[in-house]
């Protein structure tokens, strides 16, 4: 029995110490941010298969149900919710990218499955994607948090270190494994306007990216989503113009200047690139508890 023994593997291609970068659909994915993230940088770096879980063990399916299939004959296929993997390799650095449903069985088990892959390629990290959902207008430009847990990883990349208490996702789940095994491990969350939360957000998917591509040290395809984000944007904008109360609160938002966080019904996460280094420490602490109060909702 081998700690990847429910994953069937696609290709055994030769990386040289690579990024893990995964996110998972579902608690840990507002607005679908960080699962477009992943699949834009699949599609854009042309990552070949790799490998995937057996989602038998891990998947509750009358929560997260397969689908039925037609092909241009009629024929009929299931469709299973598994955990998919891809391998690439990109100017700056080999990665790994996961993406799959978040599982609702043996967390534990599942995550010495990714542990597994992570330690078979000898990856130098591994990059969890999130987002939640926040007090923040669309128009401001997306913040992204970045958290860790051991102190070279903070300093190096500029990182948080969690503060968060309470219910978790298997996101927490893989970092605390990470760190058992001594493998470095950060993750990124981008704050979705909580006004679209039914909507799609590729700028918040773009802002991931962004940073995701500052921490491995590569390019990113910034203008992947370009197209989609001025979509949305109009999206967003046709949907306040036909609320009165959202556009009073979208304005409430952006004119709360220098206390972005000072209301008891609404906290702004707009990023001010003039404010000085205590109030950017501030902000990220308040993201922080953002990430908390989002996590917390969850289990509600």
């Known amino acids: 029995m081998t700690a990847s ?12 110490n690579p990024t893990v970068i995964a996110a998972f659909s579902g608690w840990n994915d507002a607005a679908d941010a960080a699962s ?25 399916f009358a929560t997260i149900r397969p689908s039925v299939r037609l092909d ?24 790994i990218l996961i993406l799959g449903p978040e599982p609702s069985l ?13 330690a ?3 990856a130098n990290m591994v990059l969890t994607l999130g987002a939640l959902l926040a007090d923040v207008s669309h128009r401001s430009e997306v913040q992204v948090m970045g958290t860790a847990n051991d102190e070279n ?5 500029d990182l948080q270190r969690s503060r968060y208490e309470g219910p978790t996702g298997i996101i927490s789940v893989i970092h605390d494994a990470c760190s058992h095994s001594s493998i470095a491990s950060a993750s990124l969350w981008a704050a979705c306007p909580a ?3 039914q909507i799609p957000s590729p700028k918040a998917a773009s802002a991931l990216i962004a940073r995701a591509g500052e921490i491995i040290g590569t390019p990113v395809p910034l203008g992947a989503l370009h197209n989609h984000i001025v979509a949305y944007d109009i999206k967003v904008e046709e949907m306040i113009d036909d609320d009165e109360d959202l556009r009073e609160y979208v304005e409430r938002l952006e004119t709360m200047g220098d206390d972005p966080f000072g209301t008891e019904d609404s906290h702004q996460l707009q990023f001010d690139f003039d404010v000085n280094e205590e109030d950017i420490e501030e902000e990220s602490h308040a993201l922080v508890d953002e990430v908390e109060k989002f996590l917390r909702d969850q289990d509600n």
């Open 5 to 16: 023994e429910h994953i069937r593997w696609l290709s055994n291609p030769r990386l040289q």
């Open 36 to 60: 477009t993230a992943i699949r834009t940088l699949v599609d854009a770096w042309k990552a070949e298969p790799l490998a995937e879980i057996d989602p038998e063990e891990f998947t509750d």
């Open 72 to 95: 241009d004959e009629a024929q009929r296929s299931i469709v299973w919710p598994k955990v998919s993997m891809w391998h690439a390799t990109t100017p700056g650095a080999d990665v």
């Open 106 to 118: 043996k967390w534990r088990l599942f995550t010495e499955q990714i542990i597994g892959v992570a």
């Open 120 to 122: 078979r390629f000898e």
């Open 153 to 157: 990883t903070i300093e190096r990349f």
């Open 195 to 197: 006004i679209a939360s």
